[in-house]
C-alpha cells in the first residue's frame, strides 16, 4: 500500500488546515500519511501537494505519483502581478505538464475544473475531485 506524503511547508494558514483535513480523510480511508517534512519520501510514495511549481520539483526529482491541489490561476495571477508573457508562458507550460501526469487533481470549484478543461482542451472529469473551501 503506498504512503500518503503531504508537503504543504510553502502554504498559508488556510491552506495548511486543508491538506491537514486531507491526511486526515486519507488516514481515515486506512492508508499511510505523513508529512514531508517528518519523513523522507519514496519513489513508490504519493505526492500529495498544493502547488504546481512544488509538484513539478517532485517529478524532477524522479516521484511519479502526485495528487495535486489546484486553488488558483497561477499563469494568470502572474501575469496580473508582473505583466510578463514569457512568464505566463512558461508557467501555463508547467502547469499543462502537472495537469496531465497527476494522478488525481482536486478543485476548488466546478468552475475551475471547467477553467482547465477549456484551457488545456483536455478531459480531466475521470481524475478530478472538486473539494470547495
Known sequence: MPRFVFDDRHACDVTEAY?????E????A?????????AAPSRRDVMVTDEVLVA??????GYRRHVVWIQGLV???SYMRHRSRLR???LSRIEKYVLRRAELLLFVSQE??????RKYRRPLGSKSFVMPC
Open 88 to 90: 505566463r508562458f512558461v
Open 25 to 28: 480523510a486519507v488516514r481515515q
Open 19 to 23: 491538506m491537514h483535513l486531507l491526511a
Open 75 to 77: 499563469p494568470e495571477e
Open 30 to 38: 486506512g492508508s499511510p500519511a505523513v508529512d514531508a517534512g517528518e
Open 56 to 61: 513539478l520539483r517532485y517529478r524532477l526529482l
Open 112 to 117: 475551475m475544473l471547467l477553467h482547465y478543461e
